[in-house]
T-cell receptor, first 111, second 113 residues
Framework: GQQVMQIPQYQHVQEGEDFTTYCNSSTTLSNIQWYKQRPGGHPVFLIQLVKSGEVKKQKRLTFQFGEAKKNSSLHITATQTTDVGTYFCARGSGNTGKLIFGQGTTLQVKP | DADVTQTPRNRITKTGKRIMLECSQTKGHDRMYWYRQDPGLGLRLIYYSFDVKDINKGEISDGYSVSRQAQAKFSLSLESAIPNQTALYFC????????????FGEGSRLTVL
């Protein structure tokens, strides 16, 4: 259906290690958004990807949109304790304006 | 002050009670949403509204109703709460734009005993 699958569900890393979360869909995505939710907080928008093969960077975060527009990834280089939280991808649903979220990947960083 | 405000922030109630969660926004956005968050299930869309006269069901609308009283206000009601409606509820808004970025409230934690 319209769902997006995110893997892994949980990831524990040592501070300084890299981290990647993946978002996969069985159907072509018109766009993909990424959000971060800190523990006890609310989701906050990070970025939107629209174009096939698009790559965007925000400091240590790299976002990619697959060539076939069926998958996306978020990569964090050299994690810090401030990166702790749950990362969600969300797909747009055609022209409806709805956003359908993945299950999220929860990142724990050991100092 | 927060741009998207939810009340109450925490609520404990009993099975069968009627509950209303309220959301107000000062962002001037037309689009408003209610999501439910459960561990391991992400955020699931309950209802959404693109203007005062437009209400749409989301993925999991059964057991819920909504009211868009004004552009800035969107409330979620549980007519007869049941324990599996225990969850964290988020209201969100977005502008009609290419980005479609959602702005979330701080959440309302509901426990149904």
């Amino acid at each position: 259906g319209q769902q997006v699958m995110q893997i892994p569900q949980y990831q524990h890393v040592q501070e300084g290690e890299d981290f990647t979360t993946y978002c996969n869909s069985s159907t072509t995505l018109s766009n993909i958004q990424w959000y971060k939710q800190r523990p006890g907080g609310h989701p906050v928008f990070l970025i939107q990807l629209v174009k096939s093969g698009e790559v965007k960077k925000q400091k240590r975060l790299t976002f990619q949109f697959g060539e076939a527009k069926k998958n996306s990834s978020l990569h964090i280089t050299a994690t810090q304790t401030t990166d702790v939280g749950t990362y969600f991808c969300a797909r747009g649903s055609g022209n409806t304006g709805k956003l359908i979220f993945g299950q999220g990947t929860t990142l724990q960083v050991k100092p | 002050d927060a741009d998207v405000t939810q009340t109450p922030r925490n609520r404990i109630t009993k099975t069968g009670k009627r509950i209303m969660l309220e959301c107000s926004q000062t962002k001037g956005h037309d689009r408003m949403y209610w999501y439910r968050q459960d561990p391991g299930l992400g955020l699931r869309l309950i209802y959404y509204s693109f203007d005062v006269k437009d209400i749409n069901k989301g993925e999991i609308s059964d057991g819920y109703s909504v009211s868009r009283q004004a552009q800035a206000k969107f409330s979620l009601s549980l007519e007869s709460a049941i324990p599996n409606q225990t969850a964290l509820y988020f209201c969100a808004t977005s502008a009609y734009s290419n980005t479609g970025e959602l702005f979330f409230g701080e959440g309302s934690r509901l426990t149904v005993l």
